[in-house]
């Protein structure tokens, strides 16, 4: 064993220690700030009037699941291991609890009790608390971290004056709360842990990507009072002796030692987790991130608080939706369709108005009257589609005395509306209702005027390949883009053989401005040519249009992966492609500055590519490009 592995040993003994020591848990995001606020986003981004009137609820929710302190024990969880780690103590994993909190909302829903500590829209909030731990890394990594962690302590300062309006919602698949935690806590934890090689050698470290990032990465040979260690400016060590503790390290669960360095020396294989990540003497900046050259110089605070807190929110929308689905709640987005209510009223008169073409209804019992009335209501959302409704009407007309009365009626409405009104109250409706006013939605078309500004793409240059021929017939035209050396979850692709659809989008610009130029729709589901459109596998989805699909696709593979592992691959052919003509008879893309493809599901999720000038090559009837 190395000195450098007995200290490794040396570390888990002294964690021991300190915990059973101070006894002092280890809390995940500040939770006044930091995880109120992180649950008002989430309410906010998912934009469910649903929500609305308990944005409170749902923040106190995620405010008091680390009171007390103890509590906290029960919010970790490593994907890598699928369990809490020791010093949990038996409290937790995070799955558990947060599934048992989403329980525990449905079921206080159910019963009416929506308002309280122990009510439904609180409860939903402390199932998102452990969806928010996800984005702390110490909570993935099995880092104790007792005397605090360097991200949390940074979050109440900077989280306020930071926004998230253009976060969308994310759904664990399946959408359970321990799906939730299970799949953010995967992405937080490959996000958090950095390639290396180590050699135990005062040569120069192999070009890892953590040796990336931080350039000083050495190994320092120790003497009689100190351990042998790898030294990190302004983070510190791994390997240290007693009297100190590691700064960052390589986790036992991804850790390999051998003697597979040169001449036999101990080498050491996985993944670093950085613990101070505040740094010494200065912030830590990488100098990549992500695969990504870090141009702006941002530190690794600043670097977790940008990409980590919007999975937060996004995911802990996604859960509110899928609690608001459980129980029945209004939908995000209006729709035609019919609808069953039930109602108890209590009415000023019983009439048909006439106002200006807004609604339609016709009712019974009512008599009939001519004149303008004013209803104001609060509609209180209910555990069930039955309730009851006071409502105030008062007339601006006359001779109609004021009448209460309580009716169970059946509304149709008719082609010219005759009704309008404001009201108070709170209202449930027997009867039935069919919408006619309204025409039958068609979904949204994915591709925008102009190119997302939120696409995830490759993580090296040249790694997105687009190729274009336009021949004479159409019958040969062609289209190929391949995106690769990327990142995507499985989760990302949605449920193409059920109702996540897509859409190529490509862009060409003249003089800066983009101009959308093609686009090319793969539907979910479906047949094709006799033939279920979409296969899936354990990595991803393909599909096959077997020449049926009216855009031309016929192959499109998607395949998830972390660290360059994801692939994208498009196909499209023959007529039905119908490219777009050449902009002249030797160029086919105007190019200037760029040509941007991309990929769009329904879920919102993007992946894209941007083709700088000079192109490869760009005559008058192919296009060939490597990507920025």
């Not at 809490?84 to 449905?106: C, H, I, R």
């Not at 009104?421 to 006619?436: F, L």
């Not at 039958?440 to 390949?465: E, F, H, Q």
């Not at 690769?484 to 659809?501: C, H, I, Y």
Request: proline letters at 8%; aromatic letters at 8%; one cysteine or more.
């Amino acid at each position: 064993m190395s000195r450098l592995a007995s200290a490794a040993l040396r570390r888990s003994a002294l964690a021991l220690f300190a915990t059973l020591l101070c006894n002092a848990p280890a809390r995940a995001h500040e939770n006044t700030i930091v995880h109120r606020g992180l649950a008002y986003w989430s309410v906010d981004i998912l934009g469910n009037p649903f929500f609305t009137p308990y944005r409170t609820e749902v923040g106190n929710g995620a405010e008091q699941e680390d009171v007390p302190a103890t509590r906290s024990l029960g919010h970790f969880y490593n994907p890598q291991t699928d369990a809490a780690p020791w010093f949990a103590l038996g409290s937790g994993p995070a799955t558990t609890n947060s599934q048992d909190q989403y329980d525990a909302a449905v079921s206080q829903y159910q019963a009416g009790n929506l308002v309280g500590t122990d009510a439904a829209f609180h409860r939903i909030g402390r199932a998102m608390h452990f969806v928010e731990d996800m984005t702390s890394p110490a909570h993935t990594h099995d880092d104790q971290h007792s005397t605090g962690d360097d991200f949390e302590s940074w979050g109440p300062d900077n989280f306020p004056s930071m926004s998230f309006s253009t976060v969308i919602p994310k759904y664990a698949n399946p959408p359970t709360a321990v799906e939730f935690v299970k799949e953010l806590a995967r992405l937080v934890y490959d996000k958090t842990a950095y390639q290396t090689v180590l050699y135990e050698s005062a040569a120069a470290q192999p070009p890892s990507l953590f040796k990336q990032m931080f350039p000083s990465l050495h190994f320092e040979t120790g003497g009689f009072f100190t351990d042998d260690h790898f030294e990190i400016d302004r983070i510190g060590d791994w390997g240290c002796d007693l009297l100190c503790t590691d700064d960052w390290w390589i986790p036992d669960e991804l850790l390999t030692t051998d003697n597979g360095g040169p001449g036999g020396v101990v080498r050491h294989t996985g993944s670093a987790y950085i613990e101070n990540t505040g740094g010494d003497g200065g912030p830590v900046v990488p100098t990549v991130f992500d695969g990504q050259p870090n141009t702006n110089n941002e530190s690794m605070l600043q670097l977790y608080g940008r990409v980590l807190y919007p999975d937060a929110i996004a995911y802990g929308a996604g859960m509110l939706q899928v609690f608001a689905n459980a129980v029945g709640a209004p939908p995000v987005a209006t729709a035609t369709g019919t609808a069953t209510n039930t109602a108890t009223r209590t009415l000023t008169a019983t009439r048909t108005d006439t106002v200006p073409p807004t609604a339609t209804r016709t009712g019974t019992p009512e008599p009939t009257a001519t004149g303008t009335q004013t209803r104001t209501f609060t509609t209180v959302p209910t555990p069930t589609s039955s309730g009851t409704a006071t409502l105030t009407r008062t007339p601006t007309f006359t001779p109609i005395p004021t009448v209460t009365l309580a009716a169970t009626f059946t509304s149709t409405p008719s082609a010219t509306p005759t009704q309008t009104r404001t009201a108070s109250g709170t209202e449930t409706a027997t009867g039935s209702a069919t919408p006619s006013a309204t025409p039958t939605p068609t979904a949204t078309p994915l591709c925008g005027a102009t190119p997302r500004s939120n696409c995830a793409t490759p993580l090296v240059a040249g790694a997105a390949r687009l190729q274009i021929r336009d021949t004479t017939p159409d019958s040969g035209d062609s289209l190929l883009w391949r995106w690769n050396v990327g990142s995507a979850q499985l989760s990302d692709f949605g449920s193409p053989q059920g109702s996540t659809d897509y859409a190529l989008c490509l862009y060409d610009s003249t003089a800066g401005m983009p101009v959308l130029v093609q686009s090319a729709a793969i539907g979910a589901g479906g047949s094709c040519a006799g033939r279920a459109c979409w296969s899936a596998s354990s990595s991803g989805f393909r599909y096959k249009g077997h020449g049926s699909n009216a855009g031309g696709v016929d192959t499109l593979q998607l395949k998830a992966g972390q660290f360059g592992r994801a692939k994208i691959l498009l196909k499209a052919k023959r007529e039905a492609l119908g490219l777009p003509a050449p902009v002249g008879p030797a160029q086919f893309f105007a190019q200037s500055p760029n040509v941007t493809v991309q990929l769009i599901n329904r879920a919102g999720l993007c992946w894209g590519a941007t083709y700088s000038a000079p192109a490869q090559r760009n005559s008058g009837d192919q296009f060939k490009g490597k990507s920025d």
